[in-house]
């Protein structure tokens, strides 16, 4: 694609970036094909090409954004099924993260969208706040009708009805230390306990703690680490973003001195996305441009961690039947597509894959809450698809899948590495007696 940018615009290093982006697009449009934005509205201007053509157009132009663009954005779910399909390699994450800092310091959204997003910034990144807001979310939950009668409290009335209607105890694993490996040490990992999955399934790192424990390797939940930063990176607040990272970072590097670090676990792969991209997010800093590189080679999915490992036999063999669920960040934003399956094959499950696995559930960090509409639209197709195989439980690597496709589905939604500790010689998940 042929770009305008005058010499003075590409002085930014983030137009510099764009420009080589948008260059690389040849407009074919395959990409349109697999956009669930494209296959659900239809509208070319909510698919990957028409975004594109949006984002150049206002970055070329070096004007702020306006209504048009911020809906066509907004609607994008950084699911980067884009960049699987694209022949062309045009790096749309990228881009589209450097508009939506640009939509975020050149646009005044309406009063209800900025308290919304507001609200959401402070409480879920926190996991004491969103302890509570959840607490409260059971109260408010018979207005969720309610708020839905009036568009702007719409996503108030999301957030209500994907409150659980109750908040597990906090978790060992949440918590500053060192667990240590069973028999021989064979390794030694940092894991990442995150911001809003600890509240709503600390059993996950609970699992993965044990199950890595198990295999003979030392599990260290480092001092200082926080949430990734990938909610607030995904609304264009790029300082709060950065400064989670560097947060991050910082905790991470003081592990990697105290010790081997053989990776950094990440369980949740919509933040495995965001860690393995720190390197690129602070590359223009020079105090942290080479630790942050640092993390992100060193930042891997429970799963990629896994596959690496000598593994025994499994000390049960459950065969059940399980409908693989690939979350976008894990297939599209981090390309692990076989890891899992196998090591589900592996640990005795037979492993069925749903139709159109490429196409996202919806969930997308807070899109099931800023766009409800088409969020349900989305689910509901890729609870008929899991449904259709047959299978008696979901397995998946990243929470917002989880939260979103159990808030529809009859099956039990299970996260991947809680069926292996359980092959692997750990407890039973609830919720599949
Ligand atoms: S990230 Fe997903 S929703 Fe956004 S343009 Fe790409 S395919 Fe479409
Ligand atoms: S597939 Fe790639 S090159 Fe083709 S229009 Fe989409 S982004 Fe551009």
Redesign the pocket.
């Known amino acids: 694609m042929q770009t305008n940018f005058t010499t003075a615009q590409l002085a930014d290093p983030h137009v510099q970036e764009s420009e080589k982006i948008l260059r690389k697009c040849v407009h074919c449009g395959f990409?349109t094909a697999?956009?669930?934005?494209?296959v659900t509205l239809g509208n070319e201007l909510?698919?990957?090409r028409g975004?594109i053509y949006l984002i150049k157009d206002m970055l070329e132009n070096g004007r702020p954004a306006d209504k048009e663009i911020v809906t066509h954005i907004d609607?994008?779910?950084?699911?980067?099924?884009?960049?699987t399909?694209c022949p062309s390699g045009v790096n749309?994450?990228h881009l589209?993260d450097h508009a939506r800092v640009h939509i975020e310091k050149t646009y005044r959204r309406p009063l209800m969208n900025r308290l919304t997003r507001g609200v959401l910034a402070a409480v879920l990144p926190y996991p004491k706040r969103f302890r509570a807001a959840l607490k409260l979310a059971r109260l408010g939950r018979p207005f969720a009708n309610v708020f839905d009668r009036v568009p702007a409290l719409k996503p108030f009335a999301a957030m209500l009805r994907l409150a659980p209607a109750t908040v597990p105890a906090q978790s060992a694993t949440a918590s500053p230390g060192s667990h240590a490996a069973q028999g021989a040490r064979l390794g030694r990992v940092a894991i990442l306990t995150g911001c809003a999955q600890p509240v709503l399934e600390p059993g996950i790192n609970e699992a993965t703690v044990s199950l890595l424990t198990r295999l003979g390797i030392e599990v260290v939940v480092p001092r200082g680490e926080g949430c990734c930063g990938a909610l607030v990176h995904h609304m264009g607040r790029e300082e709060a973003a950065l400064a989670s990272a560097r947060q991050n970072v910082d905790a991470w590097t003081r592990e990697i001195g105290n010790g081997s670090l053989d990776a950094i676990v990440i369980t949740a792969s919509g933040c495995g996305t965001t860690i393995k991209d720190y390197g690129f997010m602070l590359r223009l800093d020079p105090a942290y441009a080479e630790k942050a590189a640092r993390v992100s080679a060193l930042a891997k999915d429970v799963t990629e961690y896994l596959a690496t490992l000598d593994l025994p036999e499994p000390a049960r063999k459950p065969g059940l039947t399980v409908a693989y669920h690939s979350a976008?960040s894990m297939q599209?934003g981090q390309k692990i597509t076989r890891q899992p399956k196998d090591l589900l094959a592996r640990a005795g499950f037979v492993v069925r894959e749903p139709r159109e696995g490429h196409l996202?559930c919806g969930s997308a960090g807070t899109y099931n809450i800023m766009q409800p509409e088409i969020s349900a639209r989305l689910r509901d197709r890729k609870v008929r698809n899991i449904e259709a195989t047959g299978a008696s439980l979901v397995a998946t690597g990243n929470i917002g899948c989880i939260t979103q496709i159990a808030s529809a589905a009859k099956l039990p939604v299970v996260h991947t590495v809680k069926l292996l500790d359980w092959a692997y010689g750990g407890d039973k998940p609830a919720g599949l007696e």
């Open positions: 990409c697999t956009c669930p934005t494209y909510d698919s990957p975004r609607r994008c779910l950084s699911c980067l099924a884009c960049m399909t749309y994450m589209v976008c599209h996202c």
